[in-house]
């Protein structure tokens, strides 16, 4: 079995917007990105949002982000709708090509191989 197999021009292409464009969203980097997930908590009546995240000691942390008020309700759903929907479509369309998807370890985002080539096995 053939440990690389060359892709089509149009795979390559669609590699490269691909690559391209994960690039690009790397420079702009917000919450969205961050392994973890926003909690919230009622204290005496009043709500508070924290950041969980599994550190490197495999525990669980949390960081205070603040009161329950607009500002803070805005990041939430940053992080809630973090995929943009255009390095998605850039991504189906370079497997669509023949390009195999490999997910990277925290944001879910499918990434590719190297150049017009793609490791098997």
């Known amino acids: 079995m053939a440990r690389f197999v060359d892709l089509s021009a149009s795979a390559q292409?669609?590699?490269a917007n691909a690559h391209t464009a994960a690039g690009a969203r790397s420079l702009d980097r917000d919450v969205g990105?961050?392994?973890?997930?926003f909690a919230s908590k009622d204290v005496k009546g009043h709500r508070y949002w924290y950041f969980q995240y599994t550190g490197l000691d495999q525990r669980q942390r949390?960081?205070?982000v603040g009161p329950d008020d607009e500002r803070v309700r805005a990041l939430v759903m940053r992080?809630?709708?973090a995929l943009s929907s255009n390095l998605v479509a850039l991504s189906r369309a370079a497997m669509v090509q023949?390009?195999?998807?490999?997910t990277l370890a925290g944001d879910g985002l499918p990434a590719y191989g190297g150049g017009g080539r793609v490791a098997r096995g």
């Open 79 to 81: 992080k809630t709708q």
């Open 33 to 37: 990105q961050l392994r973890g997930s």
């Open 13 to 15: 292409s669609a590699y």
């Open 98 to 102: 023949g390009c195999e998807p490999i």
């Open 62 to 64: 949390q960081l205070y």
